[in-house]
């Protein structure tokens, strides 16, 4: 029996929670018999209705996943665990993980301290004693396999795509429809480089004609208040799907400055909406994305801003060539390959 830790319905939304969602939607529909287990703490009520979740135990949080989900994992007879969001109970060894990036390990003053300690501490351990491994692309399973020295044939690449919302909720001719409108989405936060955008953007002659819009929840670690008094720069926070989707259909460009990533998501998204789109010139946005999208050096705000000034004039992608995109990254496939692996075993 195939148990999922479904904690992810206890968390804020982030591209994790995003992927541990639409993989396991696809993992029901492919075997209608796997248990969804998750804390009694759910704050995605919409997502554990569809699911089909089963909420246990008292503890929450990090106690709830390693006591009491291992407990019952380990005492239940031929019971397989899949931890979708990259911690799972350490002494669960029939585990399955899928470890997004190692941003802890890389970039720790990127992150909260407790979040990089905790993660230092747990995700070592973990990857060694559990039976298999899947992440999100192929540069985080290079990174994986250097600091851990886990072989890259245990490590399996899974790779995000476009949740079913947005497809159900996309209107036929948003492509036709695009407004001076730049679109930025994700957490706010150094690690996205969101300050270094907003420089680049006052800085650039865009910022006469355009508006930059930057969708996601302010991180701890992010302080820009200068930014709020410019009357073109606007932030959103707690955004439904349905306004996300408004934004990416109305935005004529998107711009994605981040440091490091393990997939970037939104990068896929803006690129299914018709956005041109500029991104870091990072290893992982080069693979996933070389040829579809622009790239700029994050190391000076020069850089950005030149960046920005060209994006209007680059050339738009076909349908053709996102679709091409999608047959590759798409979580149906993902789920296919996450089921196959763990039988195979």
Avoid at 238 to 248: F, G, N, V
Wanted: with cysteine; net charge neutral; glycine share 4%.
């Amino acid at each position: 029996m195939i148990y999922v830790n479904a904690r992810f319905l206890t968390q804020p939304l982030t591209g994790v929670q995003r992927y541990a969602f639409e993989i396991s939607m696809q993992m029901k529909k492919l075997n209608p018999s796997i248990v969804f287990l998750t804390p009694n703490n759910v704050i995605h009520q919409e997502w554990e209705k569809q699911l089909g979740a089963t909420r246990m135990g008292f503890f929450k949080g990090h106690l709830w996943e390693q006591l009491e989900l291992g407990w019952f994992i380990t005492k239940t007879r031929q019971a397989i665990l899949f931890s979708p969001s990259n911690t799972g109970p350490l002494f669960c060894k029939n585990q399955y993980l899928t470890l997004h990036d190692i941003s802890f390990k890389l970039y720790p003053s990127l992150n909260h301290s407790y979040f990089s300690s905790f993660y230092n501490f747990l995700i070592p351990k973990l990857v060694k004693r559990i039976k298999g491994l899947f992440t999100v692309s192929e540069t985080t399973q290079q990174e994986i396999h250097n600091h851990y020295h886990i072989p890259n044939d245990k490590i399996v690449v899974t790779y995000n795509g476009i949740g079913e919302s947005m497809f159900d909720l996309a209107s036929s001719d948003y492509r036709l429809h695009k407004e001076k409108m730049i679109l930025s989405v994700g957490s706010l936060s150094k690690r996205k480089n969101t300050e270094l955008l907003i420089n680049a953007f006052i800085a650039s002659n865009l910022s006469k004609e355009y508006k930059l819009i930057i969708i996601g929840n302010r991180n701890k670690i992010f302080a820009y208040e200068e930014a709020t008094q410019a009357s073109n720069v606007e932030f959103i926070e707690h955004a439904t799907d349905e306004l996300i989707i408004d934004y990416y259909q109305r935005a004529e460009l998107a711009c994605f400055l981040s440091v490091y990533e393990g997939f970037g998501i939104p990068v896929l998204e803006s690129l299914y909406f018709g956005c041109k789109v500029l991104c870091s010139d990072i290893p992982v946005f080069r693979e996933l994305y070389h040829g579809m999208v622009s790239f700029t050096s994050i190391q000076d705000t020069e850089s950005v801003v030149n960046g920005l000034n060209q994006l209007p004039f680059s050339e738009n992608r076909t349908s053709t060539q996102v679709n091409h995109l999608l047959e590759k990254y798409n979580y149906h496939k993902s789920a296919l390959m996450i089921l196959q692996t763990i039988s195979e075993s």
